[in-house]
T-cell receptor, first 114, second 111 residues
Framework: GENVEQHPSTLSVQEGDSAVIKCTYS??????FPWYKQELGKRPQLIID?????GEKKDQRIAVTLNKTAKHFSLHITETQPEDSAVYFC?????????????FGKGTHLIIQP | DTEVTQTPKHLVMGMTNKKSLKCEQH?????MYWYKQKAKKPPELMFV???????INESVPSRFSPECPNSSLLNLHLHALQPEDSALYLC??????????FGEGSRLTVL
């Protein structure tokens, strides 16, 4: 089955700086790559996703890049703010998100230092 | 309505008890999921229901028994659980082409 590796496990950045989280996946058939943000005691919430026919996607301060050849994808957060502090999970799916669920990376605890 | 509703929010049970977790969505999604999440770990897939049929069982012990009575409801029946089964149980629903919507979860403690 799919295996997703995520780095780093903890990332501390100064408020206003950028943060980058990286993931690799093992199954070249995977074609859907979402990123979820989970605040303490809350549910995971989708913040951005990308499909294998696209190399980059941006939504305000958040962007995701995908390199299919290298089988890795990254989350970029610019101008970080205190409310960005959370655990971020990358995930991958073969079927586009639905039929086989998602395989998650181990998560990155992002800490925004004031 | 973009909500997935889970009940109860908290559950404490003994190892000999039988209890159920419930999940409901009214977004017309035909795929529903149970995930288990331990503290500081990612969600771990347990079951996938597709059009009300069990399509994936990730080698989950039989003390967990899922049920999908209709396209809006998903249950997880619990019996003879172990303390190591204590976790946050997340229900999710989604379309086949995109986002999974997660409920708030049911936090289970097994004594």
């Amino acid at each position: 089955g799919e295996n997703v590796e995520q780095h780093p496990s903890t990332l501390s950045v100064q408020e206003g700086d950028s943060a980058v989280i990286k993931c690799t996946y093992s199954d070249s058939a995977s074609n859907y790559f979402p990123w979820y943000k989970q605040e303490l005691g809350k549910r995971p919430q989708l913040i951005i996703d990308i499909r294998s026919n696209v190399g980059e996607k941006k939504d305000q301060r958040i962007a995701v890049t995908l390199n299919k050849t290298a089988k890795h994808f990254s989350l970029h957060i610019t101008e970080t703010q205190p409310e960005d502090s959370a655990v971020y999970f990358c995930a991958a799916s073969i079927s586009g998100g639905g039929a086989d669920g998602l395989t998650f990376g181990k998560g990155t605890h992002l800490i925004i230092q004031p | 309505d973009t909500e997935v509703t889970q009940t109860p929010k908290h559950l404490v049970m003994g190892m000999t008890n039988k209890k159920s977790l419930k999940c409901e969505q009214h977004m017309g999604h035909r795929a529903m999921y149970w995930y288990k999440q331990k503290a500081k770990k990612p969600p771990e897939l347990m079951f996938v229901y597709s059009y009300e049929k069990l399509s994936i069982n990730e080698s989950v012990p039989s003390r967990f028994s899922p049920e999908c009575p209709n396209s809006s409801l998903l249950n997880l029946h619990l019996h003879a659980l172990q303390p190591e089964d204590s976790a946050l149980y997340l229900c999710a629903s989604g379309r086949y082409t995109g986002e999974l919507f997660f409920g708030e979860g049911s936090r289970l403690t097994v004594l």
